[in-house]
C-alpha cells in the first residue's frame, strides 16, 4: 500500500485547467479505457478519502454544477437552451463513470465547438473596426453575478463588450508603457547610452491595442476547439472529485509530470524560461547553472522555431503556432540526451543548437538563508525562508529538510543571535519534512497527530533526540502559509518553542493527500505508455498535539500582524466542499523549556511599535481600501471614466507605496544560498556572478522593504 501511495500536504491557489496547450493530435474516446478508467476513479474515492462517500446520484447532482463551471467557467459560451439540453445528464455522472459511456462528454464537445466557432465569427466582425470607447457602458466581470445568455443575441452582445474592454486595458496598458519608456530614455539620453525611441501616437496605440487582442482571442479560440476527450475526461473527473473536498484532484499524465517538477523542485530539459511571443517560442529567461546556461549559444530573445530530439521528434517538430505548454514537453526530456533547437537570432539570423539536457535545480523552490544585521539594534539574526515542503520521491534528489539543517549549521557558525523561520506563502509538500523540520528545532517528541477514514489515529513523532539549532526562534506565517507549514508553526506554538508571527491567521488547511499512482494498476497497463495518470485523494486529518485540528481555523500567531493581504477570500474556509473542523484527544509533551518567551511583554512592544508604524498605517490603510472595492466587479468601458477612475486608483497606490528600504539593515552572507546551493564551475564564477547581479539585488531590496521581517 504505502509503495502505491506518496503522502503529501499540499495548498494550491490555482484550480488546473482543462484548456489543451497547443495544437496536437487530439484524443479520441476510448470507451474501454473511460471505464477502466473510472472504475479506479470510482474504487479510489470510496475506499481511500477520508469522507468514505459513496459516488451516487447526490453526488452527480453536485458535480454536475462543478462540470459546468469547469467547461465554462465564466459564463461565456453556453446559452441557457444548451444548459437544458445538457441538464438530462445531472443525474447520471455517477452511472457514466461507472461504464465509460461518457455521452456528456459528447454532447458538451459539440455544443462548446459550436459556440466557439460563433464566438470566433463575432471575433472577425467586431474586429473590423475600432470600438467606441465613448459610449457609457459596463461589464459584470463576475460570472456568479451573471446568468447565462438567454439568446445568442444577447451572447453576441457580451462578446462585444468583453473584446471592447480587453482592448481598451490594453490601450491603456500601451499607453503607461509609453509614459515609463520615456521617462527611461531620458535618463539613459541624458547619461548618453540610449538613442531617443519613436514615440507612438494615439492613433497608432490603439491600433496596437486593437491588433493584440484580436490575434489574443483569435489563438484562445483555436485552442479551446482543440480541445479534445482527455480535457473533458479531466474535468468531468474533477467535478466528482471536487465533490469529496477541494485538494482532491485527478491528474492526467501531462499534469502528473508537471506536479512531480513542482514538488521535487528540479526538473531534466535544458534550463531556459520560455514564454509566447505571438505565434512564437521565446527564450525569456536562462537559468543559471542549467545546461543551456554553461552552453552559452541559446539566449534570452532566442525564438525557438524548430525541435529536433532522437526519441520524440526525430524529424523536427515545427514549434511556430503551439503553447508554450506543449513546446516545452518537446524540449524536456531525460538527463544525458540531445536536443537540436532551429532558433532566430535578434538579427534575424538562424541558428542550430546542440544542447545535452541535464537536471535543472530551480533554485526559486528551494530553501535560502541570509545574515540579517540590524544596525541601531545591534542584532545579528539569520533569516531562512522556506517556499515549500519539497522532497524528490523519485530517491537521489533535495528535501527542504536537509537543506534547512545546512543553512542553520552555517548560521550558527555566523554566531547569530537569533533564527527567523519564514513560511509566509508556504503552501505545504511533503508531510515527512513537516515531521523532520519540526525536529530539528526540539530534543524529541510527538509531532503531529494524523486521523484516517476509519477514525484510526496515528501519531508522527521526532525521535531523534539531537537539536540542530537550541537559540531564540521567530516562525513567520500568513494566510497563504498552509498543511505542513502549519502542522510545524503549531508544533513550534505548543511546544513553547518559537514566538509565531504573522497576519490573524493561517490557511487553515488541515488535511493529507496521497498521489495514488493509477498506472501501477495491471489493467492499466493494456492501454500503453501513456496511462492513466494520478489522483491526488484526501486520505486524512491532521491534528496538533493539543488535540486541535488547524482545518479553517488555521494558526493564530502569537503576535499579530496587520496583513498585506486581509481584503482576500483566499482561505479554507472559503473552498466549497471543504472539510469540517473538529479535534481529537490531546497528547502528552514535554514543552520547550530553555529560555521561555515573555508573549505578553513581546505581544505589548510589538502592538506599540506597530501602532507608530507608518508602513503599518500604510498596510491597513491599503487593506480598508481594497476591502471596499472587492465587490466593485462592474466595470466601466467609458474611456474618460476609466480614466478617471485610474487617476484615483494611481493616487492611492502612490500613498500606499511601501519600497522604502530600511537604511538600519544589512543583508550578508547569502550568493551560495540565494543560487539554491548550485555548485558552479571556476571558469564559470564571473558568469554566473553578472546573471545574478540582478537577483541579488531584488533580494536584498526584499528584505529591506519587508515590514513583517522587520518587526519579526
Not at 28 to 48: F, S, T
Not at 477 to 492: K, P
Not at 553 to 572: F, N, Q, W
Request: proline residues 2%; aromatic residues 8%.
Amino acid at each position: 500500500m504505502r509503495k502505491f501511495l506518496v503522502f503529501l500536504l499540499l495548498f494550491s491557489l490555482t484550480q488546473f485547467q482543462a484548456v489543451a496547450a497547443g495544437p496536437k493530435e487530439k484524443a479520441k474516446a476510448d470507451p474501454r479505457k473511460d471505464k477502466v478508467l473510472g472504475m479506479l476513479i470510482k474504487n479510489a474515492l470510496e475506499n481511500y478519502h477520508y469522507k468514505s462517500m459513496v459516488i451516487n446520484d447526490e453526488v452527480s447532482k453536485k458535480a454536475f454544477d462543478e462540470y459546468l463551471k469547469r467547461v465554462d467557467y465564466g459564463k461565456q459560451f453556453l446559452l441557457q437552451s444548451d444548459i437544458k439540453e445538457l441538464e438530462k445528464f445531472r443525474m447520471q455522472m455517477d452511472d457514466q463513470l461507472s461504464d465509460g459511456k461518457m455521452t456528456l462528454l459528447e454532447v458538451t464537445e459539440k455544443i462548446l465547438n459550436k459556440r466557439v466557432a460563433q464566438a470566433d465569427k463575432l471575433r472577425e466582425e467586431y474586429f473590423k473596426k475600432e470600438f467606441d470607447f465613448s459610449k457609457k457602458e459596463e461589464l459584470e466581470l463576475d460570472p456568479e453575478k451573471r446568468k447565462w445568455a438567454t439568446s445568442e443575441d444577447e451572447a453576441k452582445e457580451h462578446w462585444r463588450k468583453i473584446f471592447k474592454n480587453y482592448t481598451l486595458t490594453r490601450y491603456l496598458a500601451i499607453k503607461d508603457e509609453q509614459k515609463e519608456n520615456e521617462e527611461e530614455t531620458k535618463k539613459e539620453k541624458e547619461k548618453k547610452k540610449k538613442k531617443v525611441e519613436k514615440k507612438l501616437t494615439d492613433t497608432e496605440m490603439r491600433k496596437e491595442a486593437h491588433e493584440k487582442i484580436d490575434k489574443k482571442y483569435k489563438k484562445i479560440f483555436k485552442r479551446l476547439l482543440e480541445r479534445d476527450h482527455i480535457d473533458y475526461m479531466e474535468s468531468f473527473v474533477n467535478a466528482i472529485a471536487n465533490i469529496y473536498d477541494p485538494h482532491t484532484v485527478y491528474m492526467p499524465p501531462k499534469r502528473k509530470e508537471d506536479f512531480d517538477i513542482d514538488i521535487s523542485g528540479s526538473l531534466e530539459g535544458i534550463g531556459a524560461v520560455l514564454q509566447e511571443d505571438g505565434d512564437y517560442i521565446k527564450v525569456v529567461n536562462i537559468v543559471a547553472g542549467g545546461a543551456a546556461w554553461r552552453g552559452k549559444e541559446l539566449e534570452v530573445d532566442d525564438v525557438i522555431l524548430l525541435v529536433k530530439d532522437e526519441y520524440k521528434a526525430k524529424e523536427g517538430v515545427d514549434l511556430v503556432g503551439m503553447g508554450v505548454d506543449e513546446a516545452v514537453r518537446y524540449i524536456r526530456g531525460k538527463k544525458g540526451t540531445i536536443v537540436k533547437l532551429t532558433v532566430k537570432k535578434s538579427d534575424g539570423s538562424r541558428k542550430t543548437i546542440a544542447i545535452t539536457r541535464d537536471k535543472i535545480k530551480i533554485a526559486a523552490s528551494y530553501s535560502k538563508s541570509s545574515v540579517i544585521t540590524h544596525n541601531k539594534l545591534g542584532l545579528k539574526v539569520g533569516y531562512i525562508t522556506v517556499p515549500k515542503f519539497y522532497r524528490d520521491f523519485g530517491g537521489g534528489g533535495r528535501n527542504c529538510t536537509d537543506d534547512v539543517r545546512r543553512e542553520l549549521e552555517s548560521l550558527k557558525k555566523q554566531n547569530v543571535d537569533a533564527v527567523i523561520l519564514d513560511l509566509r506563502n508556504n503552501g505545504g509538500g511533503a508531510l515527512e519534512d513537516a515531521r523532520q523540520m519540526s525536529g530539528l528545532f526540539i530534543k524529541s517528541g510527538p509531532i503531529v497527530q494524523i486521523k484516517d477514514h476509519r477514525q484510526k489515529i496515528d501519531v508522527l513523532r521526532d525521535d531523534d533526540t539531537s537539536v540542530v539549532y537550541d537559540g531564540p526562534l521567530i516562525v513567520m506565517t500568513n494566510r497563504f502559509s498552509a498543511s505542513a507549514s502549519e502542522i510545524l508553526a503549531g508544533a513550534m506554538q505548543d511546544y513553547g518553542r518559537a514566538v509565531i508571527v504573522g497576519g490573524e491567521y493561517s490557511h487553515g488547511k488541515g488535511t493529507v493527500q496521497a498521489v495514488l499512482d493509477l498506472n501501477r494498476n495491471p489493467i492499466a497497463a493494456m492501454f500503453g505508455e501513456a496511462g492513466m495518470g494520478a489522483l491526488k485523494v484526501t486520505i486524512q486529518k491532521f491534528y496538533r498535539v493539543t488535540g486541535a485540528s488547524t482545518q479553517y481555523k488555521g494558526v493564530t500567531p502569537d503576535i499579530i500582524l496587520p496583513d498585506p493581504m486581509g481584503y482576500t477570500k483566499s482561505r479554507e474556509k472559503d473552498l466549497e466542499y471543504s472539510l469540517k473542523w473538529d479535534k481529537v484527544k490531546p497528547l502528552n509533551y514535554t514543552p520547550w523549556k530553555k529560555g521561555a518567551y515573555d508573549m505578553a511583554l513581546l505581544k505589548k512592544r510589538s502592538e506599540e511599535r506597530i501602532k507608530k508604524s507608518k508602513k503599518y498605517q500604510m498596510i491597513q490603510k491599503s487593506v480598508d481600501y481594497l476591502t471596499s472595492r472587492r465587490e466593485d466587479t462592474l466595470v466601466s468601458l467609458n474611456l474618460d471614466t476609466v480614466l478617471k477612475e485610474d487617476e484615483e486608483n494611481a493616487k492611492m497606490t502612490k500613498q500606499l507605496k511601501l519600497e522604502e528600504e530600511n537604511k538600519e539593515i544589512l543583508v550578508s552572507n547569502f550568493e551560495k544560498s540565494l543560487r539554491g546551493n548550485v555548485d558552479i564551475k571556476a571558469e564559470d564564477e564571473d558568469h554566473w556572478k553578472e546573471d545574478f547581479k540582478k537577483s541579488k539585488e531584488e533580494w536584498v531590496k526584499q528584505l529591506r522593504t519587508d515590514a513583517g521581517l522587520e518587526e519579526a
